[in-house]
């Protein structure tokens, strides 16, 4: 090996044993919406960090517990069994007060209090946002873990959760499916997402749904419209549309009282799925991607990461700025709902 090469391989492995040296402790958090998989990225989190040999400490209800001191050790055992779990054994909240600067003061004593050097943080967009702002205000490495089911994060293929939640749409569509077809029905049904359409659009594709109604597409014209007037497939009476949670496409409620008034001829049900896609036992895909974000998690710091988000890009653990992550818009495929509309022909 030429001695240049060797030279920056000493030099790199005493870079990690310093940033070693300095980080003892690592805290966990999961903060906004739940999303199933958290568990399992607590666990990676927490193993990956103790066979590093950091110290860990969970931290309860996420920035809230941070400003309020809900802070504990954790150990290997603390994480067994919960794999399968959904929901986040840590719990989790939407913190107002560490949006203000003097709640991001308390959020570092305590951290300074439980000699915290480096923090994992495991939430979507709000979380992640809260961390960028905390991390330009106080030395201190953060990484974070895209946890959401809304799949609404730049520079990651997948969230943990998402997998999961459009499971859960498509047993539920499947179910649906069979009462619309007794009662030659035309079901709306809401799905979560906030601004993100990706669970309506894929929810669609693997229900076998009729459409897909986005806000991306309905800002440029009335698909609701567009949809009656090309007509529902015709060797069926019965249609299911997926609707995205969000005022630009009006949300199904809205959409259901617009075809009673205009056209009076479909029998239209309405069905908002809600917090039970947030639910439920982890998809293995989710397990296996929040297994291998937490261990990433973990290396990052090792490797003297801060302020990067872990993502999947093809398969690969990739490091992603907060920045970016929180910033850009990951655009959908508009060619799927081509897709969708020429399937259900
Ligand atoms: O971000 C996850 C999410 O489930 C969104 O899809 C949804 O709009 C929102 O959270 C609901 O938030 P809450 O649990 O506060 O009602």
Request: hydrophobic share 40%.
């Amino acid at each position: 090996m030429p001695l240049h090469s060797l030279l920056y391989i000493v030099h790199y492995e005493l870079c990690i044993i310093k940033i070693m040296a300095k980080i003892k402790t690592i805290g966990v958090l999961t903060s906004g919406g739940d999303s199933p998989g958290m568990n399992a990225a607590i666990r990676a989190v927490t193993r990956a960090a103790i066979s590093h040999e950091f110290n860990v400490k969970g931290i309860y209800r996420g920035y809230r517990g941070l400003v309020e001191n809900e802070i504990v050790d954790f150990h290997a055992e603390d994480v067994s069994n919960i794999i399968h779990r959904g929901g986040t054994i840590l719990r989790t909240a939407r913190c107002k007060e560490f949006t203000t600067p003097e709640g991001r003061k308390k959020a570092y004593d305590n951290i300074c209090k439980h000699g915290i050097d480096a923090l994992v943080v495991i939430g979507g967009d709000g979380t992640l946002t809260g961390a960028k702002q905390f991390a330009s205000e106080f030395d201190i490495p953060i990484v974070g873990i895209p946890g959401t089911i809304d799949n609404d994060l730049y520079g990651t293929d997948h969230t943990i959760g998402y997998d999961t939640a459009l499971n859960t749409i498509m047993w539920c569509v499947d179910r649906i499916r069979d009462t619309a077809n007794s009662h030659e029905r035309l079901f709306f049904i809401e799905v979560m997402g906030r601004e993100a359409s990706f669970l309506a659009l894929y929810g669609a594709i693997a229900g076998g749904a009729e459409a897909a109604i986005v806000p991306e597409i309905s800002l440029e014209q009335d698909q609701l419209a567009q949809l009656i007037e090309h007509g529902f497939r015709t060797t069926k009476k019965s249609s299911i549309v997926l609707v995205a949670e969000n005022p630009v496409t009006g949300g199904a409620m809205q959409l259901a009282e617009r075809v009673r008034k205009e056209y009076p001829q479909y029998d239209v049900r309405v069905t908002i799925l809600g917090h039970l896609q947030r639910g439920g036992s982890p998809t293995a895909q989710d397990r296996i991607l929040a297994s291998r974000m937490g261990a990433t998690a973990i290396e990052a710091l090792v490797e003297g990461q801060r302020n990067v988000m872990i993502g999947d890009d093809d398969e690969q653990m990739i490091y992603v700025p907060f920045s970016k992550a929180i910033k850009y818009e990951k655009a959908i495929d508009r060619h799927l709902l081509e897709t969708i509309a020429r399937l259900s022909k």
